[in-house]
């Protein structure tokens, strides 16, 4: 950071006091020894940080701000930007020269620990920033990661943030990560998260990290890429039309034919195989029209041909941006590899039916996961080769085999080799089983006439008290972790989970969701960024008094940072009444009543939404009459 006084714009000073903009502006106006901007623009004026400090601490409007807060703060008022600003600071810090010189950021690593003072900077960038890049989301490289499966090299030509590699750290042990971004900012950012994370990591056997190198540039422009990996994982940019189409013609990296100008993402798939040794793995995030538009074709035939596309995956909308779309996963193989199949087939998979997001909480990661990874390990397994039995046999004993009506199949490539080579999962995936489906909709119907029954008995009454719960005295979470009397955890980097157990409570910091007690079916998995854990001292607080009184609307709007884009939750500023354990319990048993009054209200609307699409299905197949 530079010796310059560090300015604060209006967002800025509305964090620092916990309130919202307007009220600055109203500041602004009628206090006249309010502080006068020192920059800026008329429209976003910036003013002096440590005058606006001592003016909200004179006025008694100075909220409790964490160090982590103040940190960024600084880091967004430093007149290079808050990213070079970063990247100095995150990269003084790793270097660790001398304890003078090492700043504010080494004393946040000091308190919290350098991965998660670096963690929280770059995902507060980010967040600040999601015009500007498009990261990856933490389970959607995760589970990119674990189709891959292990590898000494691992590679990403398209790296961004960083996120893809990170997963790649976190489900094996690579020797190697090896990144390249276009952007000279962000590849060093990257490259910060990365070393920040290979620093706590054991890595390679024998304990070592792994050797992280990101460098800026163009990795298609580049040319071939000289040393082949392992892996290949890669988020590439869609819909470029300026990726070098002209000076590329007769690059060598294109043996499945000349992508079109149109077709970007096509050319980032022959990177990624070019960058494989043989039979090397390389999975890419696609927009769906990659699997259907015609300028593609021939190279999409190509691929088949050759057996070096392995499967179409459909992911359910929202599983990564841009969220209206649902992305497909390719899976693809170098050929030359030990196991090549005699009769190539490629596994098709639409998961956006059985894994459509419902509830508070989005997507069922857990179980889309396990969908896609027993099905893929089923139709790879050793000695299948992508072909399955006569019935879609398991590669392995117990395991799904790949062909499961109205979600996958392994579809031969003679098949696919018409004129449109349409590889989208759905116009190939057989019809589910529609006496299974009448079935199923009649269990559904009897479900939801049960389901409701219930919900009209245990509809809560809304009995008002004669007068409001006075106010205080209260205390906060940052107080409450400070005391002992609660434990804020969270995901400390890819290379250190936090495993959750029951009774904690789960508080989103980052979009939708709502506090909320986790049981003993999620116990044991791991903590999923933007979440922390709040992990309560029984012998002082409920869970379920803590989670209720967290999901007040006031509560989470006054511990809310605001921004063009996106509000963040600062969970140690979020309040609580402060009373004895005996006296939570009323209002303990209360929050718990309402939270299963809800679970219920959701999986009756859930099965209301399955009884209509299957009876418009039936009709529409005949296993259902008009009458």
Known sequence: MTDSAPEVT?????????????????????HPDFPQPVGGTETSPAFDLAEVEDWLRAHGKLAEVPPRERLWQRLEADPRGAGEALADAGERLLRARKPAERGPLAELADEIGTGEALDFLLDRYFETNTRQYTPTPPDAAALMAALAGPGEAVVDPACGTGALLAAAAHHSAPRTLTGVELDPVLA?????????????????????????????????????PEDEADVVLCHPPFNERNWGHEELAYDPRW?????????????????ALAALRPGGTAVLLMPPAAASRRTGRRVRAALLRRGALRAVIALPAGAAPPHSLALHLWVLRRPGGPAEAPEPRLLVMDCAAPHRPAGRDGLDWPALRATVLQTWHAFDAPGQAGVPGESGTPGEAGAPGPDRPGVSAAVPVIDLLDDEVDLAPARH????????????LADTHRELLDRLRLLTE????????????????????????????????????????????????????????????????????ELARPHCLLRVDPDHLDPWFVAGFLRATGNARQASSYTSSAARLDVRRLRLPRLALADQRPHAERFRALAEFEDSLARAAELGRLLVQGLHDGLAEGTVTPD
Do not use: F, K, M
């Open 10 to 30: 209006a967002a800025g000073i509305a964090r620092l006091a916990g309130v919202g903009r307007a009220a600055v502006s109203n500041w602004r106006r009628r």
């Open 188 to 224: 060093r950012l990257a490259a910060l998260r990365l070393a920040a994370g290979a620093s706590g990591a054991a890595g390679a056997p024998g304990g070592r990290p792994p050797v992280v190198t990101v460098r800026a540039g163009d990795a298609l422009r580049a040319g071939p």
């Open 255 to 271: 043996e499945y034919g000349l992508p079109a100008r149109t077709e970007s993402e096509l050319a980032w798939v022959q990177h």
């Open 429 to 440: 995936l057989p019809p589910a089983d529609t006496r299974a489906g009448a079935a199923a």
């Open 458 to 525: 245990s509809v809560p009454h809304a009995a008002r008290s004669a007068r409001p719960r006075p106010p205080g005295p209260d205390v906060t979470v940052g107080e409450l972790a400070r005391s002992g009397a609660l434990r804020v955890l969270t995901s400390g980097g890819e290379s250190t989970p936090v495993a959750v157990c029951e009774g904690d409570v789960l508080v989103p910091v980052l979009g939708p969701g709502v506090p909320r007690v986790l049981t003993a079916a999620d116990a044991g998995t």
